[in-house]
């Protein structure tokens, strides 16, 4: 979190011009997004893609994978990017910094934690209380994935730091690789990462976090509050995009997703994008829309203050906006 603060910090002190909304030749609106990490967890997004949503929008969309919230919050209020997609911890870190362009969220996609506990062997009665005395590789502090991992943990009765090694020094996406090494008991993996592991006979998914810690606003879409201010119709286009891609997964089969955005994930084999996208659809990863509740920021507020992430509590009115989310659905309609 400290990495994440020193760029917004020493960004907001520069004024800089914004970027996109320019047209192109073809007289689409050039828009960048940043995600956090390229993964099939965000299927939606990858649907308006590749069946032409933002085309259909006017928006020809620039899609750049920041490989972790901290990045992708410094690309958006450096103006390399004009929409971060992210867990909204990292709106939250900002705005409590007392930055005044902080970022807006405007649009929820996944309702579910979308990562897997991965161990060696099976272990078909396996409980959280397991990992007691055990290594298990994590993710970065005061990120989404470890503060889920941790919630979950304390609502078993687990102290993460006395009863089990959390290694957290390993970079995002490099985890699998340190335990097909041989590095640790167990680890937290995205998909395609846990299917990858489960496929190389290197590991077995134990347990879902996305059941186990319930229903978690995971990842959402922002906007630094000067871009909203000036662009409010280019995000509504693109949220429109999005809710086209919701719609979509909500209605069609895991073989019917997989295959239309079979072209986001070339390396991975057709058969096991299906079995992803199937584990997703099961434990309802994906909202039936894209509006941020306040319920779901009040939760997520609970999980930073959980993890000590947190020293005073935000407005959900100031950095959630559901204007363009209700919008969207309700023109899908």
């Given at each position: ?300 507020q609970d999980i930073l203050e959980s993890a000590g992430e947190l020293k005073e509590r935000v407005p959900y009115e100031t950095l959630v906006t559901t204007q363009f989310s209700q919008q969207a659905a309700e023109k899908s309609k």
């Amino acid at each position: 979190m400290k990495k994440l603060l020193a760029y917004v910090l020493s960004f907001f002190i520069v004024v800089l011009g914004l970027v996109g909304c320019q047209k192109n030749e073809d007289g689409l609106v050039n828009l960048t997004l940043n995600e956090v990490a390229h993964s099939i967890f965000y299927a939606p997004q990858y649907i308006a893609i590749e069946l032409g949503y933002f085309e259909q929008e006017g928006i020809s969309l620039t899609l750049v994978n920041g490989a972790g919230a901290d990045n992708v919050m410094t690309a958006l209020i450096s103006n390399e990017a004009d929409i971060g997609f992210m867990g909204s911890e990292a709106s939250i870190y900002v705005y409590s910094e007392g930055a005044s362009d902080y970022a807006v969220n405007f649009a929820q996609l996944t309702q579910r934690a979308g990562n897997f506990l991965v161990g060696r062997t099976e272990n078909p009665s396996f409980t959280w209380s397991d990992l007691k005395g055990k290594e298990v590789l994590g993710g970065r502090a005061g990120g989404m994935p470890e503060m889920v991992f941790e919630y979950i943990l304390k609502q078993n009765g687990i102290d993460p730091i006395k009863d089990l090694t959390i290694v957290q020094n390993i970079n995002f996406g490099l985890t699998a690789g340190a335990f097909s090494g041989g590095q640790g008991d167990y680890t937290v993996e995205f998909e395609p990462f846990a299917t990858a592991l489960e496929s190389e006979n290197k590991g077995v998914v134990l347990a879902s976090l996305g059941v186990d810690s319930g229903y978690v606003p995971y990842t959402a879409y922002c906007v630094k509050k000067s871009y909203l201010e000036k662009n409010s119709e280019i995000i509504q286009k693109f949220t429109n995009a999005i809710q086209k891609g919701l719609n979509y997964v909500n209605t069609h089969t895991a073989e019917e997703i997989a295959s239309v955005i079979a072209p986001q994930f070339p390396e991975t084999d057709p058969e096991a994008l299906k079995t992803i996208v199937e584990r997703y659809l099961e434990q309802d990863t994906w909202k039936e829309n894209l509006t941020f509740e306040k319920e779901s920021f009040e939760l997520l507020q609970d999980i930073l203050e959980s993890a000590g992430e947190l020293k005073e509590r935000v407005p959900y009115e100031t950095l959630v906006t559901t204007q363009f989310s209700q919008q969207a659905a309700e023109k899908s309609k």
